[in-house]
């Protein structure tokens, strides 16, 4: 028997690229949703193809998760409409490939806000709910980048090192009120995020979305005794 099924989910940046991805694999196993993105209208159009799909309880709202009262809010509205929250998948995220001389600081922020402040936020917000459930499973969706460094990564680098050790501290504040914690640091994405661009699946050596979606869902399935903390994911042939 599947240990979704039943279970309340929410997924920050959830109506495209691996959020979508991860969304659907929910959903296809019974699980309820919960969906933010920054655009009402792209939240809009997603909670309208899964219903059409079959997914009865499916709801969503805007969120820019760098705003801890519309985290607040949003989690909140969440909990409501979902009779609690079993799942949270911290997905929402941003590319910065800039040099750091070159470097607006304004985008600095926006993207250690996004990929780590927004993370605390939602976290902090969702324990509460989480221990008055019994328990629960956090996934932060993290990248390779958190471990290597590259020229023109500095804040997108910085952000998910400091995922990493968020993440790690987290788990260890909160295994002993049964909520189970991870990180996943996938490889190349065949996705539009930052600036990628995406491309026909036949021509590129890159993940898909669902594979990264598949293995969030594996990490939900396990016995609660275990807990693969960190996973790595790589393509498999990457380019010479």
């Known amino acids: 028997m599947s240990r979704i099924a039943g279970k309340s989910a929410l997924v920050t940046g959830g109506t495209r690229g691996i959020g979508l991805a991860i969304a659907h694999a929910l959903a296809s196993r019974g699980a ?25 309880r499916v709801a969503g709202t805007a969120c820019d998760v760098r705003d801890f009262d519309q ?47 927004g993370v605390f936020y939602c976290c902090h917000e969702v324990l509460p709910l989480m221990k008055r459930r019994g328990g629960g499973y956090i996934i932060n969706i993290g990248s390779l980048a958190g471990k290597n460094a590259f020229p023109g990564g500095a804040a997108y680098n910085a952000s998910k090192f400091g995922l990493i050790g968020f993440s790690e501290a987290l788990m260890q504040e909160v295994r002993h009120d049964h909520i189970r914690v991870s990180y996943v640091m996938p490889g190349s994405v065949n996705t539009d995020f930052g600036q990628e661009k995406e491309h026909k699946r036949s021509n590129t050596w890159k993940l898909w979305p669902e594979d990264v979606a598949e293995l969030v869902v594996h990490l939900l399935e396990m016995d609660p005794r275990a807990l693969p903390s960190r996973v790595e994911l790589r393509p498999s042939e990457p380019k010479k």
Do not use: H
């Not at 949703?33 to 909670?47: G, H, N, P, S």
């Not at 910065?96 to 001389?101: A, C, G, I, T």
């Open 32 to 56: 309820s949703l919960f969906l933010c993105a920054r655009k009402k209208e792209d939240v809009d159009r997603t909670v309208a193809a899964l219903r059409s799909k079959g997914t009865e």
């Open 71 to 117: 985290v607040r809010a949003m989690i909140q509205e969440a909990g409501k409409k979902l009779d609690g929250l079993d799942i949270l998948v911290n997905n929402a995220g941003v590319g910065s490939y800039s040099y750091v001389e070159k470097m607006p600081v304004d985008e600095w922020k926006a993207t250690l806000e996004t990929n780590l402040s």
